[in-house]
């Protein structure tokens, strides 16, 4: 196995959240046989990108499938925020990887540039958590093999409300107020600029899902956030906003946010796994639960998955799909995967595995409740819109249907129809 290192190599945050058809990569339909033990593939080499913190995770497998094909394996190790820049131009030139590692919501790019190419998990597929697959799913083929899943979740600070969270938003609120902090509850609105990120569980618990989904999980770029379910969030949100009741504020970002909560001025807050180390060193204890209902359904929060691409121009296609389906897919490797970047494993196994954690298991619990962030194109026509409306109507300078009205019309000039 070969090592190259991507100049610059940066040290990519190992909890840091993470947006035609396929171009020929060759029939990988039928290539989830294993090749192990023939040496078809002496004398081929596969390369893979990878960033820093999973290299060592996909180096052993790489030596495993090395030995069984002979196969050499070259892995690039590149800084995780270049490499979907970088694939998306290097491989129509007929370079760059067999395979890179990504992130899911990369995905509409990727297709409608034709940089990559379908895969077959076969009979491995069950073995995944369903919104995994999904969030690799574009018009009902796959396209990715997940290996983490990462979302908000409910924080609560079990010294000040040692009780676990009921079943209402309303409900925790009260507790909140009545543990007699400053706060009784924090969430990232990303100050004026606004976050529908953070707030996206709220809002599908009133079914309003920012997209209408297809059965297998795809999106389609019908906005689903429209009619009454929507104007019923954004009433709700201008009545909890600072001309309502103030149990959201512009003021907060990600960073006050997460100090509120650190010094126990708040019982309760919605943020995800990159929050936890520095709630730890501030020696608070806390539950990660699922986040509490404010409209009646599911709050349901974004999910962000990450896996590894089959490029399509790889001349090796199928022993690229032999090592991600028989390689990296097994308990092992993706336990290696887990250990080197901890998020929620995708595989069902090896999740079960770690959610002895608690912290691990209640943002396992929460991922099950969530759905896939879209990954189509018009994703991206969205998040200024959006985010724009919601900090308005939480900070009481619009009129809360109007402005949500307004910005489903925007969004749909901005993606036509």
């Not at 040290?11 to 029939?27: H, R």
């Not at 052993?60 to 094909?69: N, Y």
């Not at 953070?198 to 309003?208: D, E, K, P, V």
């Not at 200024?384 to 109007?402: L, M, Y």
Request: aromatic fraction near 8%; charged fraction near 15%; glycine fraction near 10%.
């Amino acid at each position: 196995m070969r090592k190259t290192a991507a100049l610059p190599v940066a040290m990519v945050a190992t909890v840091a959240l993470l947006a035609a058809c396929s171009g020929g990569g060759g029939d990988t339909s039928s290539s989830a046989e294993p090749t192990s033990g023939d040496g078809a593939g002496a004398g081929t080499t596969l390369t893979v990108w990878v960033d820093e913190n999973r290299e060592p995770a996909v180096a052993a497998a790489a030596e495993a499938f090395e030995e069984s094909t002979g196969v050499t394996v070259e892995l690039v190790q590149k800084n995780f925020e270049d490499i979907r820049a970088d694939f998306l131009a290097q491989v129509p030139t007929g370079e760059g990887p067999d395979i890179t590692v990504g992130a899911h919501d990369w995905l509409g790019s990727l297709i409608v540039n034709g940089v990559v190419d379908s895969i077959d998990l076969a009979d491995v597929q069950d073995d995944f958590e369903p919104v995994a697959v999904e969030a690799f799913t574009y018009d009902g083929q796959l396209y990715g093999l997940p290996y983490a899943l990462e979302s908000v979740a409910l924080v609560r600070n079990t010294a000040l409300a040692p009780d676990p969270a009921p079943a209402t938003f309303d409900e925790m609120v009260a507790v909140g107020r009545a543990a007699g902090t400053k706060l009784p509850f924090v969430i990232n609105t990303n100050g004026t600029t606004g976050d529908g990120y953070n707030y996206y569980a709220l809002q599908t618990s009133f079914g309003a899902p920012v997209f209408v989904q297809e059965e297998d999980g795809s999106y389609t770029n019908e906005l689903g956030m429209g009619g009454e379910p929507g104007h019923a969030f954004a009433t709700w949100l201008a009545q909890n906003g600072m001309a309502g009741s103030g149990v959201f504020s512009t003021d907060w970002t990600d960073e006050i946010a997460r100090q509120e909560f650190a010094d126990g001025n708040a019982p309760f807050a919605i943020t995800g796994p990159w929050a936890i180390t520095g709630f730890q060193e501030a020696g608070v204890d806390f539950a990660v639960e699922p986040i509490p209902s404010a409209g009646g359904q599911t709050a349901a929060p974004f999910v962000g998955v990450q896996g590894f691409y089959l490029s399509a121009q790889s001349d090796n296609a199928l022993l690229a799909q032999d090592f991600l389906v028989n390689y990296l897919s097994t308990p092992e490797a993706q336990r290696a995967l887990h250990d080197a970047d901890p998020r929620v494993p995708a595989l069902l196994q090896v999740a079960e595995d770690v959610s002895s954690d608690p912290v691990v298991g209640g943002f396992v619990a929460q991922v099950k409740n969530g759905t896939p962030m879209p990954s189509i194109p018009e994703m991206a026509d969205v998040w200024d819109h959006w985010n724009a409306a919601e900090a308005a109507i939480i900070s009481g300078s619009a009129e809360p249907v109007a402005a949500w009205d307004k910005m489903l019309a925007d969004i749909q000039g901005s993606i036509g129809g």
